[in-house]
Nanobody
Framework: QVQLVESGGGSVQAGGSLRLSCAYS????????LAWFRRAPGKEREGVAS???????DYVDSVKGRFTISKDHSKNTLFLQMNSLKPEDTAMYYC??????????????????WGQGTQVTVSS
C-alpha cells in the first residue's frame, strides 16, 4: 500500500497560484500512475491531472494550460502547480496512486491509494 500525504493547500485570490505537493512512501516504485483529484462541496470527485511511468501527462479540460503535474522520484514527491486560479477551482484536492504503468483515465474507482486531502480556496 502506498502512503500519500498532501500539502500546500491554502487560500488565494482569483488569478493567483499555488503548488500542491504529495509525498509518497519510499517503497513506491516508479511503476505507478499518480494523479490529482478534487472534490468541491456538493459535487462529485473529479480527476484533475495524471502522470504515468513514462511521464505522460493528462489533464481535465477545465485546467489545461493552467495546471501542471510533475513528479520528483528522487524526492518521492508529486506536484501540482496551479496558476491562474479561479473560484471554481475551490475544492479539497487529493493525490491518488495505482500500480499501473499507464494511467487508467480519471475514474476514481481505478485508483487504489489515496491521501487525506488538502483544501484549496480561491476567492473572487
Amino acid at each position: 500500500q502506498v502512503q500519500l500525504v498532501e500539502s500546500g493547500g491554502g487560500s488565494v485570490q482569483a488569478g493567483g497560484s499555488l503548488r500542491l505537493s504529495c509525498a509518497y512512501s519510499r517503497y513506491t516504485t516508479n511503476n505507478y500512475c499518480l494523479a490529482w483529484f478534487r472534490r468541491a462541496p456538493g459535487k462529485e470527485r473529479e480527476g484533475v491531472a495524471s502522470i504515468d511511468l513514462f511521464g505522460t501527462t493528462d489533464y481535465v479540460d477545465s485546467v489545461k494550460g493552467r495546471f501542471t503535474i510533475s513528479k520528483d522520484h528522487s524526492k518521492n514527491t508529486l506536484f501540482l502547480q496551479m496558476n491562474s486560479l479561479k473560484p471554481e477551482d475551490t475544492a479539497m484536492y487529493y493525490c491518488a496512486a495505482v500500480g499501473l504503468h499507464r494511467c487508467p483515465g480519471f475514474s476514481a474507482d481505478e485508483y487504489r491509494d489515496w491521501g487525506q486531502g488538502t483544501q484549496v480556496t480561491v476567492s473572487s
